[in-house]
């Protein structure tokens, strides 16, 4: 008998190409170390059952989460214990890692394409149903970068194609190569930026718009305000994480607390409720690395 999501999520579209997902997604870098300690894959599969469970079924990845691609082969045994056919997968490539903290970006054809079928071995899947260009490689033409992947469409390995912190000038001409479904970016109550030139260029191009990091890195539900950062934490290094900004930070998670009190919610349900009020095109993809209760 087939498993099916205990609760029904809606789905909407997103972008014009096609592509319907669940109205929230699930950021995944966060199992695998990227502000905590990284789970097991047993723990981490047992968080994506449960995701599903609650009727999410658009999982946001990347071949950068993790060491030694780690994201991507626990979402790989996560997939065979979930539906595939169910599951909205998008995962990245673009950033190279290098030593230590030490990272590179890069966009050539024969990467994208190298890079294309590493992930699907590692997920072991027949196709990626979103794959973005992690970060945009200004020393190759984005023509080059996007004609590569418009084969790999034709080639049915990767259905939709996304961009991930493109400015507008990229987005456009990325577009005039082979339409664009999704454009990520950092979007949240206190990361707004997006709002005065890439979110009106994404809906004037039909393109949706996938906010990561919608709780402010953990910002929303206390991190560093309520409660310590954790010891294997890299927002330590994150400027809105350290020195005065800390203080500054709770005064304004107490005035978002006080508010939320006001409408019986939690000051994370409170930012998720802004984010998805800014438009059926707008999903965010929270993430958490704890067992949901």
């Known amino acids: 008998m087939e498993e099916k999501p205990h609760i029904q999520i809606p789905r909407v579209k997103l972008g014009s190409q096609g592509l319907e997902v669940s109205r929230l997604g699930f950021g995944c870098g966060g199992l695998s170390g990227m502000y905590n300690a990284p789970l097991s894959h047993e ?59 030490q990272f590179t970006v890069k966009g050539t054809p024969e990467y994208v394409r190298q890079c294309c079928e590493a992930s699907l071995k590692r997920l072991g899947v027949d196709y990626i149903d979103l794959y973005y260009q992690h970060r945009v490689d200004v020393s190759v033409p984005i023509e080059d970068t996007m004609g590569e992947l418009k084969k790999l469409v034709q080639e049915g390995k990767i259905k939709y194609v996304g961009l991930s912190e493109a400015s507008v000038d990229t987005i456009r001409r990325a577009h005039a190569v082979h339409p664009i479904t999704a454009v990520e970016m950092e979007f949240s109550l206190w990361s707004r930026e997006i709002e005065e030139d ?15 990091s919608p709780l402010g890195r953990g910002f929303f539900a206390g991190k560093a305000v309520v409660e310590s950062l954790p010891n294997e934490s890299t927002l330590a290094m994150h400027p809105r994480f350290s020195g005065e900004n800390i203080e500054k930070n709770k005064v304004i998670y107490a005035r978002l607390s006080d508010l939320a009190s006001k409408h019986a919610c939690t000051p994370p349900q409170l930012a998720l409720a802004w984010l998805l009020h800014q438009g059926e095109d707008v999903i965010p993809i929270p993430g958490t690395a704890l067992r949901l209760p």
């Open 43 to 101: 723990d981490g599969c047992l968080i994506l059952k449960e995701v599903y469970s609650r009727g999410i079924t658009f999982f946001d990845t990347s071949d950068l989460y993790g060491d030694h691609h780690d994201n991507e082969f626990m979402i790989g045994k996560a997939l065979k214990q979930i539906p595939r056919e169910k599951i909205q997968l998008a995962t990245k490539f673009g950033i190279k890692r290098l030593e230590g903290l």
């Open 198 to 212: 890439v979110l009106p260029v994404c809906r004037e191009l039909g393109i949706g718009t996938v906010a990561y």
